[in-house]
């Protein structure tokens, strides 16, 4: 692998507005837990400090996960897609709740003919999570 | 849940130009296989074939997972997030490699101190893989 490979992956400057897709596994369990998004100094937050910090495209700001809810995200693995373009993060999930909603994966529903059927357990109260 | 929540779920008007990351999760070994996008039509074809077909960014249309390879992907379960904008397919994945460089799966590149390393392991030689 060349320094100019290291260099330029993630590819940022193949991302939407900069944003590229990061999806959490939880390194324990193989879950997914949730999907945000990264721009280039998040991520380089997020190997600098060994936390997972993602950017939040509704508020416009940097979001290290866990500041509010204390539910952080030890980063245990970076890995990067075939294309440069997407990062899957493998974490240890602070609390066991990654949703904000209490449970431990954000994808707690499933699709079923008659509709969405809730599958995941709500591990915390979410009315708590933002409390601590 | 209301008949009008299974209708807007998954929310594509919260995509990005109507697209919504749909993240891709081997049945059998819980392995994260790939990231793709999808759009209403994707998704709609999806759920009545039960077979991954996404929506192609760079080509621009729909792009049933497999059609040139052969590798195509039975969806067992189709998850949504929270937020109601990211899919998450758990699928069966004919032909073991759901990248198109031949690995199970596109992460198979760990970010380390020293550069970006190979952890996957190359099950199809891709020259072999799209003349099936």
Redesign the interface.
């Known amino acids: ?1 060349s ?1 100019t ?2 260099k330029t ?1 993630p590819n940022f400057a193949a991302g ?1 507005d900069g944003l590229l ?1 990061a ?1 959490a ?1 939880d390194a324990a ?4 837990l ?2 945000a998004w990264m721009n280039a100094e998040s991520y380089a937050e997020t ?1 600098a400090t060994g936390r997972a910090v993602y950017f939040s495209r509704t508020r416009k700001k940097l979001w290290r996960k866990g500041e509010e809810s204390g539910n952080i995200q030890h980063v245990r ?7 440069g373009d ?1 990062i ?1 993060l493998v974490v240890e999930q602070v609390g066991g709740a990654a ?3 209490g ?1 431990q994966s ?6 079923t003919p008659e ?2 059927q809730t599958v995941g357990e709500r591990l915390v109260d979410p009315a708590t999570l933002y409390k601590k």
Chains 1, 2 share one sequence.
């Open positions: 692998m320094a490979e290291y992956l939407i897709p999806i596994q369990s193989g879950a997914v949730m999907m190997v693995d970076i890995r990067i897609d075939c294309d997407t899957l949703c904000h909603e449970y954000c994808f707690f529903r499933r699709h509709g969405w």
